[in-house]
């Protein structure tokens, strides 16, 4: 391999996610999600949008399908829409929801392209919420009978499953922080929302084995490297507790079948767990803990954490802006591809995973359609080759990375920023639901055909 090409069999995609491309809200039999629900909700949504509509990728997947075709990817990161195939989370699955999924397996078949499937992207049907949502043990029990049905129509040509995207980004942005849907703040319900997705990713893994016989089987984490703002031991501390909640909260329970000590403690000693850990039955640990084929890695910054100056807070670490950043993009974030190789690197150190996926990495930046029709998004070109050479980096440090998906393929409805962020490396006119590739498109598509940077190393 030379030094700017990636290994044989390395796997090129792009990835998206059900409630911000299909729209068709209410067409075919599809039920309410959270995310409907939070969206109606005056002032939640940035721009006051919603994603009834989105990118019509419902009516329009035929399309998006060929855009992939002429970029050359070879795999398609997607979800399914629990509301779509279950309309009320539990009982009669409706056909109709998964015969779109169907048609949308065999038209990326037909193009040569190898679909992976994200069961769960945040969307959960709303009735479910009203029950208690995901701090409800039977949510769990719902999620297995929905990856079942799923599982049973589709395992015969879906060969990689991801079972949940960015538990922690359900857990606590979702039920601590009031950020994302359904827009709780309780710490205590985080917790218990988090062993609920953990235990029902656990519980659904033997049913994809058997429905779909062969097939590659993981979960999604949104992980970052954790840096202390400052020297001080208690900008460490800080570090090391934020990097608890976030990283080892979920990837310890799912390698050693354990949650971190050191967490729990500190949960325990802030009064977020007065029940203790009893929401931990006998036996769920070792259900989490199932052996997986791959984990997939969703990273788009660092984290730089200093601790809190907040007596009543008792040191709750604080994420910060990093110090002088060189670049943020639209959404704020520093662009920092080392962070990614560390990432990486520390996940097979710590955890020897059998294969790693970087399964979202991306940027919004807001350039659009320039005199001539193109749209020369150069700030996103300059983040996907810094990624990517960042992807190498952790290769040749012996990190089995085997493929990476960019987020996003199109524009498209960025939970509570609404429309006003852009990820995609298609650009898409929201009203006319018009499609241009972007440049950063059309270096992918470079860049995926040789399997290499060497070309667009300087550009």
């Known amino acids: 391999m030379s030094r700017d090409a990636f290994p044989r069999g390395f796997v090129w995609g792009v990835a998206t996610s059900a409630f911000q491309i299909e729209g068709a809200h209410?067409?075919?039999?599809?039920?309410?999600?959270?995310?409907?629900?939070?969206a109606a909700q005056p002032g939640l949504i940035e721009d006051g949008s919603n994603a009834n509509v989105a990118c019509d990728h419902y009516h329009r997947y035929q399309g998006d399908i060929g855009l992939m075709k002429s970029l050359g990817v070879g795999a398609y990161r997607f979800s399914i829409a629990w509301p779509r195939v279950v309309p009320f989370g539990r009982g009669p699955v409706n056909e109709a929801g998964l015969d779109f999924y169907d048609r949308l397996v065999d038209g990326l078949l037909s193009a040569g392209i190898t679909p992976w499937s994200t069961l769960y992207h945040w969307d959960l049907p709303q009735a479910l919420q009203d029950e208690g949502g995901w701090t409800r043990r039977s949510t769990a029990d719902a999620f297995v009978e929905f990856a079942d049905a799923v599982s049973i129509r589709l395992g015969d040509r879906v060969q990689h499953w991801i079972t949940h995207n960015e538990p922690w980004c359900v857990s606590v942005l979702g039920h601590a922080d009031g950020k994302q849907a359904p827009g709780h703040r309780s710490w205590p319900e985080a917790l218990v929302a988090s062993h609920h997705l953990l235990l029902s990713h656990g519980r659904v893994v033997p049913v994809l084995r058997c429905n779909s016989p062969g097939s590659r089987i993981g979960i999604t984490l949104n992980t970052a490297e954790?840096?202390?703002?400052?020297?001080?031991?208690?900008?460490r501390a800080a570090a090391r507790q934020f990097d608890g909640e976030l990283n080892r909260w979920f990837l310890d329970p799912i390698h050693f079948g354990r949650y971190p000590s050191d967490v729990i403690e500190y949960h325990e000693r802030v009064g977020r767990l007065p029940r203790g850990m009893d929401f931990v039955r006998p036996g769920d640990l070792e259900e989490v803990h199932t052996p997986l084929d791959f984990i997939g890695v969703n990273y788009y910054s660092r984290a730089v954490v200093r601790s809190s100056t907040v007596p009543e807070a008792d040191n709750e670490p604080r994420t910060i802006p990093a110090p002088d950043p060189i670049e943020l993009t639209d959404m704020g974030w520093e662009v920092y591809p080392n962070g990614l190789t560390r990432a990486l690197i520390r996940l097979n150190t710590d955890y020897a995973p059998s294969a790693l996926f970087v399964t979202e990495n991306g940027a919004a930046y807001s350039t659009g359609p320039g005199s001539d029709g193109s749209v020369e998004d150069t700030e996103r070109c300059a983040y996907v080759k810094q990624h990517l050479g960042a992807c190498l980096e952790a290769i040749r440090a012996g990190v089995p990375l085997h493929g990476y998906f960019l987020w996003s393929l199109l524009d498209n409805f960025e939970w509570a920023f609404g429309f006003s962020k852009r990820f995609g490396i298609v650009w898409v006119d929201f009203e006319t639901q018009e499609r241009i590739i972007k440049a950063s498109g059309h270096m992918y598509s470079r860049i995926v055909r040789r399997n290499s940077l060497a070309e667009d190393r300087a550009a």
């Open 26 to 38: 209410d067409i075919d039999g599809r039920g309410p999600s959270i995310w409907d629900r939070y």
């Open 226 to 235: 954790c840096e202390p703002a400052s020297p001080s031991d208690a900008d």
